[in-house]
């Protein structure tokens, strides 16, 4: 039996008390994709740093302080130099504090429309679960006051443009800001209210100023804890859509009375692809007992021959939907294992005798991986857009459609041009999608006098992403429009052959969103409001519950 194609993982929930908030440990090791996703989507979250991590960040931090005081000489990105291009400089003591400060100051001057409230929450959790490591020198009581944030509501606002993916500079300095009771800062609460950090701590009874202590601003900046959370949203949007584009196929499937041959899990196993194979079962497990697929329902519709198979569009579903499975199952791999990362620069690590730590300077920062899995999946969706508008066109085809009037018309065609310009508009986003599925990670340029001459573009990658995602929520909409009119004018003739258990009640749902077209109206209410159904996971609800039963 085929499981729903977000339930691939067996890792448990984390405990609930009831319908109370999600509980989360930190550790810096253990966050699962049940957790991240979770986090998501609850209402309230609590976080705690596991006390065995405490004992090992503050045994870093004394370790780090350590080093530094016993060798004058040494020096140290972002504790006792400057950052940047200007990493020659040296911070004297007196110096460091205020050097935190402006860090978070310059560094959070981002642009554009601030970042989803759960993006922030979730990065706030991941970031927190990385210092947690022990390995950025940080003290448990940064990751604290982090928690404290999460646990009263008070997310910080956060740009959603100024990402290089070269680090989460922009966003997590404004989560700085936030955090350390800046003027500036500013925080969205649980009532979706923005407000200034300062009176929103003095608000809940806490210290309105947190001092980052010398380390501290490059430890909360130079990491990918923001990337990782955007991703992980996402990787859980698409995983959606994959299930509302197989609600919308099994309705085309009806509307075309397709050959069922090519769903023969004889062919999938020849292929050895596990994904391709929990496609294929997927879509016969929705329209797998349909009457309208059978050579009856299509002699009903007017078929005198055996069509021998269907086209290709047809065909290639179970391989387009086994391929972007297989790409958002290593997206939630490389997002679970990059929530669980030592992602900052500088690093304090253990040295090779075991006797004390050392600081490395290197790039765990870099985001590439999580902009390869983005483009990868982004391509995927790109693709599978281009199939849900050629699936659209066979049934407005009426040499195509086997039976169907030219247009889908409901009444006499010619008078009436039924879907056909739906049809257009939706093919309209295509070069859209394909120009925003274009890999932006070979786009890098240098900036900052040539010091940072490397980017990964792995925000620009997220981005696009999640921009074709809402481009596709508007293309299943229109293949739901168009395939269930395909049903409404082929119901006369099919009185008495019941259509597949599950696209019946997929068909269902269709029609309190949308009713047949009997003559020409403006349509664009309506798929405009089956659109934000869709994108409320309104279809994806109703297949993954077909499938989990």
């Known amino acids: 039996m085929a499981e729903p194609v977000h339930r691939r993982e067996n890792s448990e ?20 994709w049940r957790d991240l996703a979770s986090a998501l989507k609850a209402e309230r979250v609590e976080v705690e740093l596991d006390p065995v991590s405490r004992g090992q960040m503050l045994r870093a931090r004394e370790a780090g302080l350590e080093i530094l005081e016993s060798n004058p000489g040494m020096r140290a990105y972002g504790w006792n130099q400057a950052l940047g291009p200007f990493k020659d400089r040296r911070l004297e003591p007196e110096e460091q504090l205020r050097f935190q400060v402006n860090v978070l100051r310059s560094h959070s001057t981002g642009l554009g429309e601030e970042l989803p409230r759960r993006v922030s929450r979730l990065a706030l959790i991941i970031r927190a679960n ?14 604290e006051r982090m928690n404290d944030a999460v646990n009263l509501g008070l997310v910080p606002v956060m740009p959603g443009t100024g990402s290089m993916g070269t680090g989460d500079l922009q966003p997590m300095a404004a989560a700085g800001l936030a955090l350390t009771g800046d003027v500036a800062g500013r925080v969205r609460g649980d009532d979706g209210e923005e407000r200034c950090a300062p009176q929103a701590w003095a608000a809940m009874g806490r210290d309105v100023e947190f001092q980052l202590a010398p380390g501290e601003a490059i430890a909360l900046i130079s990491g990918s804890a923001v990337l990782t959370a955007h991703l992980a949203l996402a990787v859980e949007e698409v995983y959606r859509q994959v299930e509302t584009f197989l609600g919308a196929f099994a309705l085309f499937c009806e509307a075309a009375r397709v050959e069922r041959n090519a769903f023969d899990p004889r062919i999938h196993a020849e292929r050895h692809m596990p994904w391709e194979m929990q496609a294929n079962d997927l879509i016969l497990r929705l329209v797998g007992d ?4 059978t050579n009856e329902g299509r002699r009903r519709a007017g078929e005198t021959a055996p069509r021998i198979q269907d086209s290709t569009s047809i065909r290639s579903v179970p391989h387009q939907i086994g391929i972007i499975l297989r790409e958002l199952e290593r997206a939630r791999e490389d997002v679970t ?3 669980n990362s030592s992602t900052c620069n500088p690093l304090l690590i253990p040295n090779y005798t075991g006797e004390g730590h050392e600081f490395l300077s290197g790039g765990n920062w870099d985001a590439t991986v999580l902009g390869h899995a983005a483009q990868s999946v982004n391509s995927c969706l790109a693709r599978l857009a281009v199939l849900t508008k050629d699936l659209a066109a066979r049934l407005l085809h009426d040499g195509w459609s086997h039976g169907l009037p030219a247009g889908l018309s409901g009444g006499e065609v010619g008078i009436n041009s039924g879907m056909l310009l739906l049809h257009t508009s939706a093919a309209a986003l295509i070069p859209e999608i394909q120009l925003l599925a ?7 340029f240098p900036l900052k006098g040539g010091q940072e001459d490397f980017h990964t573009m792995a925000m620009a990658a997220v981005n696009g992403l999640r921009a074709n995602s809402r481009r596709f929520d508007q293309l299943l909409a229109v293949l739901f429009v168009i395939s269930g009119q395909g049903i409404h004018l082929l119901e006369e003739r099919m009185r008495g052959l019941p259509l597949g258990t599950g696209s019946a009640l997929i068909h269902e749902q269709l029609r309190t969103r949308v009713t047949p077209l009997d003559q020409d109206r403006v349509l664009t209410p309506e798929v405009d409001a089956l659109t934000d159904a869709i994108g409320r996971g309104e279809f994806s609800v109703v297949v993954h519950d077909l499938l989990e039963d």
């Open 13 to 32: 929930e984390r405990p609930r008390t009831g319908n109370g908030p999600l509980r989360l440990t930190l550790n810096g090791a253990s966050l699962t």
């Open 337 to 339: 294992r990059e929530a």
């Open 438 to 444: 274009n890999p932006v990670g070979a786009l890098s």
């Open 290 to 293: 349909s009457q309208w697929t």
């Open 130 to 143: 990385c210092l947690a490591r022990g390995t950025s020198g940080a003290r448990p009581e940064l990751v």
